[in-house]
């Protein structure tokens, strides 16, 4: 029960950390698009955005598969447990 509730907490944690990352993602992207130049006071000119979108979306998609992960680690932790305590009560 006490690893149930461990492996409760620590997926709770890691959605929580997923938020936050979610969360930051979104403010750099947002601040991103009022980037001004210092020179000429425009948009600046540059050839990355399709690079840090694509760098982005990597991450996101390495966050989701260790989110993935975790979760079915959790779920055969539990089948354990309750196999366990199934067959010792």
């Known amino acids: 029960m006490v690893q149930a509730q461990h492996e409760r907490a620590d997926n709770s944690s890691l959605r929580a950390e997923n938020d ?3 969360c930051e993602n979104i403010a750099i992207r947002e601040a991103l698009k009022n980037v001004i ?5 425009g948009p600046p000119v540059t050839e990355d955005s399709y690079f840090d979108e694509h760098k982005l979306r990597m991450e996101n998609v390495q966050l989701k598969e260790e989110v993935r992960c975790f979760q079915f680690s959790l ?3 539990l089948i354990f447990y309750f196999n366990f305590f199934l067959r010792h009560s």
């Open 20 to 22: 936050k990352i979610r």
């Open 37 to 41: 130049c210092p020179s000429c006071g």
């Open 75 to 77: 779920s055969l932790s």
